[in-house]
């Protein structure tokens, strides 16, 4: 596992990553799990540059996750999708934000980002994500 000067400990890699936010998924509320289960989970050190360039984001550090697909709010029995509905973690910008805030756990990070692209799945409100995820609070 990579190392950074100046801190004393060694940071998670991508599998510790991808485990926290599987973590999360389980914990979902029941009537989510069968639809997150379905979601196909992508933990990348960065954002790839296509992404980036889609999304008109200069600093790759500024992309902590995404999430690809068709809301299950807007899905279509006539319109298929081209591939699976995709959260992607980026580790990079998730421990760039980690050490920046300096108040919050790793795997509270990873769960925040987490819920947040699977909100996007889901079509919820920003409410809706409040009662999952503390956040804000």
């Not at 936010?21 to 379905?38: G, K, L, S, V």
């Not at 299950?72 to 992607?88: A, M, R, Y």
């Amino acid at each position: 596992m990579p190392h950074i000067a100046g801190m004393d400990h060694t940071l998670p890699d991508l599998d510790a990553i991808e485990a926290m936010a599987r973590d999360t998924i389980a914990r979902f509320p029941a009537p989510f799990r069968p639809a997150a289960q379905e979601v196909v989970v992508l933990v990348s050190d960065w954002p790839p540059s296509h992404i980036l360039a889609e999304m008109d984001i200069e600093d790759p550090l500024d992309l902590t996750g995404l999430y690809d697909g068709i809301p299950l709010t807007e899905k279509s029995t006539f319109e298929q999708p081209l591939g699976p509905d995709t959260v992607w973690l980026f580790r990079a910008p998730i421990l760039a934000e980690w050490r920046e805030r300096g108040n919050v756990s790793l795997a509270a990070l990873v769960a925040h980002v987490t819920v947040h692209e699977f909100a996007h799945h889901f079509g919820w409100s920003d409410d809706d994500i409040a009662r999952i995820d503390r956040w804000w609070e």
